[in-house]
């Protein structure tokens, strides 16, 4: 009704000011439509000659006609003296007295200017506040609201996550049957964060609690709240509330909570900042609810170790739920997933697929979905064959193909050798992940070959021989290289980073150091925002930190030293590798293992079953060497 009134006003106004406007203008325009302007000279001359029969006086203003009946019109200054000495001539003079003009005449042309700028001040004012920009509306909530139309997403739509599904489960019944709980005194958790890594699923759970729950849904992002006005966040954090109290029972879901949830007094100004007034003010809300409330606030973010203490206490965020990453099992259960509306090929085994993507995420299996489809599409097939998904693994995995960069023969030589050399080493040491894949095409940004290596299962912890073999696998290129050809490249660049980096670990994080004991040295860097480790040093000496990098030498050197001597040993099969590699340029594991097996039976000159001894011998001797790696360097008196 309000905004009808206001709309009727507005158009009153305007219809009052053209009608002013036309009743100002219409007159003078049909008066002077039949009017010929004259000259002042041109009026004189003809008064001159005779030929002005009348003239009637306005002001500045002469009409008059003349003996042919024409009307003339001009305009003169003074025309008092110029009135008498028409007259003298003998024409009719007529002077009009001064006419006053239309009251509202006046009142229009002095308020109209005021009416138009009150009438543009509303005009702007109704559509900042309420229409599409929301210029003014600085405190409301961005929040999306959703009843009717809630997301179609539902817990079937979900897989990987089965523990975390089973916790929410709890919240949406006690949105749908809050009695059964407050009956037996129950108290469901006011909040619900969820946990995990980028891309496992936390907003796509949240959507699914909301396409369950039969209530109102609230949905935002952490960086709504702030802005560059002081004040805004924490006022919007109570509209957002505000607006939830009136559909309770609903669900608020704040998503990447760690943009206003970060811990207060952390970084090197003060504490007194917008984002921790908006922090301040969303512990209010979360601990003021009355305890009949219906609200339940749903977060999520991939970086629980940087909010605040006060968020994570019980009574606020008092159920964490972590989304890890899925097993084989999940991972299996995404691909079908995503896989329910793609046209595929009988013949394609998910499960080996699912087998060689440990790691991958639910968004990583997505996209892995994705680029099968396409890779069919632009190979005009039609369904996703078992050759697309292989593809599309190594895309996702190392990027895509770029077969235009032009490599040189010499380069290309010394890539397949470095290659082979990764590849040899991880089938010769025990223990080792199996060799998947062996190519020497270029991918992504920089990558001019990979050996991709997968476990055989999901494996949550690592022990100190397979760190050694990871070691080992690292330094194989760049010992092929110093083998193989007159000087060494830039290609073991990254391969010397990790090498070094797992080395380090092992003594400073994992406690793998004899010498130097099951300690943990040196602290965890955390981020320099949180304000906590700019002043503080490492908590070792001089001494240890000399005999740090002494240990991380040591094992480098050894490794190389392994990897050096098991190369020079099978220096043929290494040829070998490296020459069918660049013949075929690409290697699957299987084709790797038959040609190694091949070539260590042509050069021992034995039986298949003397080969595998020979192989299992060098193996248990590797091995053996390889578990005294990292044994102290004193003498044992």
Known sequence: MN?????????????????SLVNMFITPMQQTRDVAPLSYSEFLEQVDKGNVTEVAIDGSSITGKLKDGRVFNTYAVGVGDLAKEIAARGVNVEVKPPQAAPWWSGMVSSLFPTLLLIGAWIF?????QGGGSKVMSFAKSKAKMFLDNRPKVTFDDVAGCDEAKE???????????????????????????LLGHPGTGKTLLARAVAGEADVPFFSISGSDFVEMFVGVGAARVRDLFEQARKYQPCIIF????????????AGLGGGHDEREQTLNQLLVELDGFDASTGIIVIAATNRPDILDPALLRPGRFDRQIVVDRPDFNGRLAILKVHLRDKKVDPNVNLEIIAKRTPGFVGADLANLVNESALLAARRNKKQITMEEFEEAIDRVIAGPERRSRVISPKEKRVIA??????????????????????????????????????????RFLISK?????????????????????????????NDLERATQIARKMVTEFGMSERLGPVRLGRKQHEIFLGRDIVEDRNYSEEIAYAIDQEVRRIIDDCYELVRDLLVKHDSVLEKIAAVLLEKEVLEGEELDSLINEKLDEVTDRSEGDADAESVAAAQAVEKKTSLQLEPRIDPA
């Not at 905004?3 to 009608?19: A, E, H, S, T, W």
């Not at 709890?170 to 619900?192: C, D, M, Q, T, Y």
């Not at 330094?475 to 290609?491: A, Y």
């Open 417 to 458: 050798l470095h290659e082979s050399g990764h590849a040899l080493v991880a089938k010769l040491l025990p223990d080792c992940d199996p060799v998947h894949k062996v190519s020497i095409i270029p991918r992504g940004h920089q990558a001019l070959g990979y050996t991709m290596q997968l476990p055989e299962e999901d």
């Open 254 to 265: 704040i998503d990447e909570i760690d943009a206003v949830g970060r811990h207060r007094g």
């Open 3 to 19: 905004r009808m009134m206001k709309n009727l006003g507005l158009y009153l106004i305007l219809i009052v000011l053209v009608v």
């Open 465 to 493: 021989k397979e760190l050694l073999n990871q070691i080992c696998v690292l330094l194989g290129g760049r010992v092929t290289e110093e083998l193989k050809s007159d000087d060494i490249t830039t290609g073991s660049q």
């Open 167 to 193: 916790e929410l489960h709890e919240v949406i019944e006690f949105l749908r049957n809050p009695r059964k709980f407050s009956a037996l005194g129950a108290r469901v958790p006011r909040g619900v964060l």
């Open 124 to 128: 702007i004012l109704y559509h900042m």
